[in-house]
């Protein structure tokens, strides 16, 4: 077993399908990797902050990133296959 990492029984990907992921909490952010709980085909991705952070900008300005924010959603729709590396669809 990884450090920080755990598994979620029901994810849902930004297209809406449900699926297993595999998290990731570190000390600032939760990420996601979504997979099918059938096949384990790549649905997507979703990552949010845990925890308050202000980052420095430029200037001096200074934003902070509440706990909660949604910092990633992502849905994989298509896959195709191809008869090399380098190829398009």
Do not use: C, N
């Amino acid at each position: 077993m990884i450090q920080e990492v755990s598994v979620k029984r029901d994810a849902i990907d930004a297209a809406g399908r449900h699926g297993v992921a595999f998290d990731y909490t570190g000390a600032w952010e939760r990420l996601e990797i979504i997979v099918s709980a059938q096949d384990y085909r790549f649905l997507g991705t979703y990552g949010e902050s845990v925890a308050d952070r202000t980052f420095d900008l430029p200037g001096g300005a200074t934003r902070t990133v509440k706990a909660g924010t949604p910092l990633a959603w992502s849905a994989h729709l298509t896959a195709k296959v191809v008869d090399k590396a380098g190829d398009r669809p």
